[in-house]
């Protein structure tokens, strides 16, 4: 690698990534994409990139950690942890989460905040308010200096444990998973109340501080993986199912037979995209055409296409929930009465798609779309088709998703994109990945299948019935032998 000055502009450089072949060509890009911080100098001769570890499932550097309590010190730097002043700023933390997180009949996530404070001289309204997303939670007092006199058992405590070295304050709260999408902000705010003293007297001493601990913790370990697909909004928020895992090294990408500059650009795109949310390059992620596909059955697909150039398009017609090709549209539709019987347990099997009807016309305006279902390669693996009647139409699925007002847009299992106009057509959810435990599990599916609840309560009363009268009766023969 090396950085030169730019021939036709002197006032530019070139960053130069080179190799004899394609293996050093790939290594070069490699050592670029995860050892950049330890390069220097205007040139760089790389001779080999190992990863040490494999990556596994959930372990994006920018997600929390699903296995242990992460402290906030690993999420931002102590200092930012610290505020002063009567009018302080709030302290923030950024934080990711796995947009699969199962936390049905759950409380929400626990988080054990620690924090210090300047005690106030007397008792009044001063708080430290906890948001989330600039959504309130709970507000905390802070309390005011103890003017009495200590009493014994306070002055024993004080021999034991020195007053400059008690513990801070601490406090467990549970945030609601429904308040937290992929991308989490926790706001903490030191609210100061401002006695008013009398004329003269109103201007305070600026010497109160705040603080949040950093060994403060919140816990995401406790819960499941498992979502109802197809989800665009998992899809457009965190990336999902392709940064399961980091280095997408169980996705791949399907490009059009004769892919042009806009299909490259909205494949590197998507995984700058996908690389943002996990804080790693996809240095895993297989790039195959159509006829490769049948290989591919063990990985979720990113499939792109533009006009008829995606031949996966005709083979999966009967699958994808919506079409784009040339002037041709199409939008598969379901309807309220299908689902009703299904929610009773009385339709099709909900691993099968609903299509009760489609709806085709024709139109010459530019639109892209994207579109997920289940793999028709394999159960449980997914699809996320991004499509455009046109090669330009792509670059409108990469600008919704890098605008934060159009993102909010995308979800369900379609989402049409014209300009900045952003329609989710169908919300279908005919499939589950992940897994739950088997009490879990069973506790789930009843709750989603009230007729089979019933019809096993009934069973259950019925044979608890039975039991009892073969027992009583038993007993009424046992009690007239004995008598006779």
Request: glycine share 8%; net charge neutral.
């Amino acid at each position: 690698m090396a950085v030169v000055s730019h021939p036709a502009d002197r006032h530019g450089k070139l960053l130069l990534v080179m190799g004899r072949d394609e293996a050093e060509l790939g290594v070069a890009a490699k050592a670029l994409a995860i050892g950049s911080s330890a390069l220097s100098g205007p040139l760089a001769r790389i001779t080999e990139v190992t990863e040490l570890k494999p990556r596994k499932p959930y372990d994006a550097p920018n997600w929390l950690s699903n296995d242990r309590p992460v402290k906030f010190g690993e999420l931002v730097e102590a200092d930012s942890l610290n505020v002063s002043g009567y009018s302080p700023d709030l302290i923030r933390l950024n934080f990711f989460l796995p947009p699969d997180l199962f936390a049905w009949r759950q409380k929400g996530i626990p988080v054990d905040l620690r924090y210090r404070y300047t005690p106030r001289p007397n008792p009044d309204k001063s708080t430290l308010n906890i948001n989330v997303n600039q959504q309130f939670l709970r507000s905390l007092p802070l309390h005011a200096v103890n003017h009495e006199e200590p009493g014994a058992l306070d002055r024993l405590l004080t021999k034991v444990v020195p007053k400059g070295e008690m513990a801070p304050e601490r406090e467990t709260f549970h945030i609601p998973l429904f308040k937290l999408p992929a991308q989490s902000q926790l706001q903490m705010h030191y609210y100061y109340d401002v006695v008013k003293q009398g004329a003269c007297k109103d201007v305070p001493l600026d010497n109160v501080r705040g603080s949040v601990e950093a060994d403060s913790t919140i816990d995401i370990s406790g819960f499941p993986h498992f979502i109802a697909m197809p989800d665009l909004a998992a899809f457009g928020n965190a990336g999902f199912p392709f940064t399961r895992m980091a280095d997408l090294s169980e996705s791949a990408v399907v490009m059009p037979d004769k892919p042009g500059a806009q299909e490259y650009a909205a494949y590197l795109g998507l995984m700058g995209v996908m690389g943002r949310v996990t804080g790693y390059p996809a240095l895993g992620v297989t790039v195959a055409q159509a006829q490769q596909v049948e290989r591919l059955a063990d990985k979720d697909l990113l499939v792109i296409a533009s006009g008829g150039n995606q031949p996966l398009l005709k083979q999966w017609a009967s699958s994808i929930p919506a079409l784009l090709q040339g002037e041709t549209k199409s939008f598969q539709m379901s309807d309220f009465a299908n689902r009703l019987l299904r929610w009773w347990g009385f339709g099709e099997d909900s691993s099968v798609h609903a299509r009760r009807s489609q709806v085709a016309f024709s139109s010459d305006s530019t639109d892209a779309l994207v579109a997920g279902f289940e793999s028709p390669l394999r159960g449980g693996r997914s699809v996320v088709l991004v499509a455009s009647n046109q090669p330009a139409g792509l670059s409108q699925v990469m600008d919704a998703l890098l605008d934060a007002e159009m993102l909010k847009h995308v979800q369900g299992s379609t989402t049409v994109i014209r300009g900045k106009q952003v329609d989710s057509l169908v919300a279908e959810k005919n499939y589950h990945v992940g897994q739950l435990g088997p009490l879990l599990y069973t506790q789930w599916f009843l709750s989603r299948n009230p007729l089979l609840l019933i019809v096993l309560g009934v069973s259950a009363a019925v044979l608890i019935a039975i039991i009892m009268y073969l027992s009583l009766r038993a007993r009424a023969r046992a009690r007239l032998k004995q008598k006779g």
